[in-house]
Every structure is written in C-alpha cells, then in structure tokens.
C-alpha cells in the first residue's frame, strides 16, 4: 500500500487549504504558532510544508527535515524562507506571486483617492469635531495622468482600474511591448517623460538593483510640481528622506506608501509630515486574497507531492533527471548570455531570439531558452526563475523565438542571444570549453573572449594608444583591482570594446570618471553570480 504525502501547515490559513490536501490524497498536520525548537523536533516526518508570513523555515529547521521535498509559501515574499539551504538540501520552494494582485492594485486606487480628497486628515478633523469643510480642498482623478513604473501583473490591473475612471494612463516598463500596450491602452514612455507628465505616479515593480531608489532625489525633482506619489511595491523604491523634503517644499503635494523601506516601520523621517498617508503594508490584505493564496499553496504542493507538477518554483528548473547532466553547463551559458544583454540593453525590447548551433541545437531547447529569460528578466525582477520566466515574458509581450542550425560554425556547440532594440539587433555569443565551461566569444558583433564572472566592467571606445593604462591609472587610483582584462575591435583604430573583470563593485563615481575619459562612448557596471 503506498504511503501518503504527509503536509504540515504551520501558519494560519484558510481552512479549505486542508481540504485541498486531503481530497487530492495528501494526509494533513495544522499545527501553528510553534517555536523554532518545537517545529525542528517535529518537521522530519513530513513531506510539504505549507506556511505563510509567520514561520521563519532556517537552514536548522531544514538540517531537521529530513524527509521533506517541498515547502510552499501561500504569498509572494520569501524571506523567511533560507532558499540557498532549501536547495542544497534539494527541497523545492514554491510561492503564489499572482494571488494578491487584485488586492494590491486595489489598495493603490484607494491610496489615489485617499491622496487626491484628503481623505485621512479630513476624517481624523471631523471626529475631533471640527468640522472643517472649507479646509480640504481636494483634486479630480478624472483627466488626470497616471504614471506607471512598472506593467506587469498588478500594474496592468491598476491600469484597467485607472482606465474605468477616465484617467490618462502613460507606463514605464524596459519589459512593455507597444503591441501590449496598445492591448492596456496605455501610452509606452520613457521614465523622465513620466516623471514630466504624470499628476500620479504609482510603483508596480520589484526591488532590483536598477529599481532601487528609482524615486531618487534626482528623479523626483523632475517631476510635475503637485504630484502625487503612491507606492504598494516594495520599501526601497523610492528615497524617503528626499520624498519628506520635495513634500515640504510643496512640490510633491501628496504621497501614499504601503511599504518602507524598512519594516516595520516603527519610525520613518516621513511620520508627521502633512500630506502623507501610509499603511502597514497591507496590500494584500483582504479576505479574498488570503483564500486565494491558501487554496493556491494547497493545489500547487498537493500537485507536486502526488504528481511531479511543479509551479511557481522559485529554485528548480523545469527537468528530467536524465538531462540536467548535459543541460547543466549550458543553461549556465545560456543564463550568463540573458543577463549581459539584460544588463546592456536598455531600449524596449519586443523580441529576443535564441540561436543554438552544432552539439547544442541537438539538446533540448525549452530549458536553456527559459536560462536565457530569466536572466535576461531578472535584472528587472528579482523572483524571476527559470519556471517562471517564460510566463512572465509572454504577459508582457515580449516575443521569444527558437532557432537551431545543427551544423557547426566556428564553434562546436555555440549558443547566441540577439535582442531587437530601437537602434537595430544586437547579439551576444558563447561557447563551452571542454564541453563545460562557458566562455563568452562574441559581443555585438565584435569578437572577444572572457569568463562572465563576479564585477565587471564593459566600456566601449575607440581603439587609440593609450588607453589601456588611462583606465588602468584610474582604477588603480581608486583602489580597484583588475582581475582579467578581455579586448576586441572592429577594426584597427575603429570601435572597440573592453571586458575586465574587477575584484569589487564599481562605485558610481568611477564609472562616470570612466566615461569621461578621452575617447569613451559607453561605460556599464556588469554583475554575474
């Protein structure tokens, strides 16, 4: 007779989720508000784990759980959950991403009318019975411009929201296709054409080192005066402490954040100050969104564990035991080559090709293309993975095509990654040395090679004398060292490119001292993991 899957849920949650288990043939364990020592003593008979916010899933508590296969996160944040040791310990986290989205794109519209009334500060003068009417002079949303960063998943909901009240709606996404906007109707812009246009701006987009203080104090002054700021994303997206001073000067005449940059917020340079609005990060609170999420977490895991099915798998990717040997080093490659295009492109992109040659056109292609997506989306998101990459480059519209010539080139076995972009396509190449380790070999058409590896540089010039040891001198300067220096040029005294690899992070300051050097057309600060 076989055994049945056993789950725990170890937070409170919905309790069809149990029910879910259990008709899908798992037995079910709800147990919560246990301490760390309990839950370790108890989490080695159980196959899942089911959780939510509240149970903290530590490299200890997995050391302990020696039978467990999967844990599911009913929501999307996973914090609390140590993936690296989940994955050494070859156990499959999985989350619900798209199970609040309704909820948190509600919570922005209500922050626009809360922001676009007064309407906190007017109920708080009211029960103090002061009544005061001719005190709060609000603004209409209808004909207004909306400013989205960000028009994914929960963005596109608020868009359609804004839509229906008759807003002008103009968005912000490296991701947004026009044919997708267009299906939105939402106008496609550049981000200083939001920031000049937009009476609202609301925040649709993960944390990622390029969204990171996207409200700087920069951006922010260069924005409408009278805007009004919203943020239901993540804590870290906007600077704070510039955001109190634009509100105090009068610039930004409302600002609205569900999210801090760290919570809880138990202080903020922003508590006090007239004009804003803040909330304890409840976007996805509401009753519907916890059932939706629970019930999501329940099918999922109960899937896995019965079935094989994997989804929304934050750390494995989608395959058979008896590919992932071979497939390994050139998903890899594959990754590497997303990412620098990812991070060197910065036009809209509508579509992204991905050309294997020789011994690699003889493989399976659906993983190494989902590598190549999600490096290339990862530097826009950080929960992008090789799962979850397809589907979200097909929601944004991003056409992904597959070509394979089985006869060798240059190469033995080469894989090649071209983006069509405004200025035309452009494309990334690389091969595996001995059949194992990825080497880049071609970049925009010029020929290099170089290990893509920790910091690096990419700088573009013209090929002249002297200016190997102008950079050199300035980054010696500022005490970076140099670990690898990879060359290539069109031709002699023409375009070339420089590939270094450096033993830290470039800080901003250098790599505009970089730029500013005799002869430089582009300088850009790369990261592989």
Not at 141 to 167: D, E, H, P
Not at 274 to 299: D, M, R, W, Y
Not at 503 to 524: I, N, R, S, Y
Request: hydrophobic share 45%; net charge negative.
């Amino acid at each position: 007779m076989t055994t049945k899957p056993k789950v725990l849920i170890s937070d409170k949650m919905d309790p069809n989720a149990a029910r879910i288990f259990e008709a899908r043939g798992c037995d079910v364990d709800v147990i919560t508000g246990e301490t760390p020592e309990q839950l370790i003593a108890r989490i080695g008979e159980y196959d899942g784990l089911a959780i939510r916010s509240s149970t903290k899933v530590t490299k200890e508590i997995l050391a302990a759980a020696k039978n467990l296969k999967v844990i599911g996160r009913a929501g999307i944040g996973v914090d609390n959950v140590d993936i690296p040791a989940a994955s050494a310990q070859g156990v499959v986290v999985m989350n619900t991403p798209f199970g609040n989205s309704i909820t948190t794109a509600e919570h922005a519209i209500a922050m626009i009318f809360a922001l676009a009334r007064q309407i906190p500060e007017a109920n708080a003068q009211t029960q103090q019975g002061l009544w005061p009417k001719n005190g709060f002079m609000g603004v209409e949303v209808t004909g207004k411009t909306l400013g989205l960063i960000g028009a994914g998943n929960i963005g596109s909901i608020v868009a359609s929201r804004a839509l229906g009240l008759k807003m002008k709606v103009v968005a912000f996404d490296p991701f947004l296709t026009p044919e997708r906007a267009v299906e939105m109707g939402v106008e496609k812009v550049e981000l200083d054409q939001l920031l000049e246009r937009a009476d609202f701006i609301t925040l649709h987009t993960p944390l990622t080192d390029q969204t990171r203080n996207i409200l700087s104090r920069e951006n922010l002054a260069k924005t409408k005066q009278g805007v009004r700021i919203i943020n239901c994303a993540r804590g870290g997206l906007v600077d704070e402490a510039a955001l109190k001073d634009m509100l105090d000067s009068g610039h930004v005449a409302g600002a609205a954040l569900d999210v801090f940059q760290t919570e809880p917020a138990k202080e903020s340079p922003l508590f006090g100050t007239k004009n804003f609005i803040c909330t304890p990060h409840l976007g996805a609170s509401t009753t519907e969104a916890q059932v939706n999420v629970a019930l999501q977490v329940a099918e999922q895991l109960a899937d896995y564990l019965v079935n094989g099915g994997v989804t929304n798998a934050l750390n494995m990717p989608s395959l058979s035991a008896e590919e992932a040997p071979k497939l390994k080093p050139y998903m890899k490659l594959a990754e590497m080559l997303g990412s620098m295009v990812g991070q060197l492109t910065r036009d809209s992109i509508p579509r992204i090709s991905i050309h294997t040659e020789g011994a690699a056109a003889e493989l399976n292609m659906k993983p190494m293309v989902a590598a190549v997506l999600a490096g290339f989306m990862r530097v826009q998101s950080d929960t992008v993975n090789m799962v979850n990459a397809p589907y979200l480059a097909k929601e944004r519209g991003l056409e992904v095509r597959e070509v394979k010539t089985e006869r060798e080139g240059d190469y033995h076995t080469l894989i090649r990654v071209s983006v069509k972009t405004e200025a035309g396509e452009r494309s990334v190449a690389g091969t595996l040395f001995n059949n194992s380790e990825p080497r880049l070999v071609e970049m925009f058409g010029i020929k290099v090679e170089a290990e893509l590896a920790g910091h690096m540089m990419y700088i573009v010039n013209e090929d002249a004398p002297g200016f190997i040891g102008r950079i050199g001198t300035l980054l010696g300067e500022n005490g970076i060292n140099i670990g690898t220096f990879n060359l290539g040029r069109r031709e002699a005294g023409g375009e070339a490119v420089l590939l270094l690899s450096v033993d830290t992070e470039v800080p901003e300051t250098v790599l505009k001292a970089a730029c500013a050097l005799p002869g430089v057309k582009m300088v850009k600060a790369l990261k592989f993991a």
